[in-house]
């Protein structure tokens, strides 16, 4: 069982930058793969997105590659997401999840813990 907790989400001009925090808890935070999801209201979570327990493995989607950095430090139990860029488009609640078998996916259907989500809105 892990916990997680975001923070850092918040209002930004077009074209400025946020960091988004995810704080875990619970067994040993490496063996976990984690993943960024956002969501807008009456549409799907989509995968932003996901690192690997040893952080050497990351990817991106296709709408936030080269904007977007994912990153972790294990001894803090924490994983970010580093966002630069920003448009509108990326107004959503933003959410860290877990997969307890460190695999790593696009899929939200694939990791077993959710945070509550942190709302990110980009003013135009």
């Known amino acids: 069982q892990v916990h997680l907790v975001e923070s850092g989400g918040g209002l930004v001009q077009a074209g400025g930058s946020l960091s988004l925090s995810c704080a875990a808890s619970g067994r040993t935070f490496s063996d976990y793969a984690m993943g960024w999801f956002r969501q807008v209201p009456g549409k799907e979570r989509d995968f932003v997105a996901y690192i690997s327990g040893s952080g050497r493995l990351t990817n991106y989607a296709d709408s936030v590659k080269g904007r977007f950095i994912i990153s972790r430090d294990n001894a803090k139990n924490m994983v970010y997401l580093q966002m630069n860029s920003l448009s509108s488009e990326d107004t959503a609640v933003y959410y860290c999840?877990?997969?307890?078998?460190?695999?790593?996916?696009?899929?939200?259907?694939?990791?077993?813990?959710w945070g509550q989500g942190t709302q990110v809105t980009v003013s135009s």
């Open positions: 999840a877990a997969n307890k078998f460190n695999r790593v996916s696009g899929l939200s259907r694939a990791y077993d813990y």
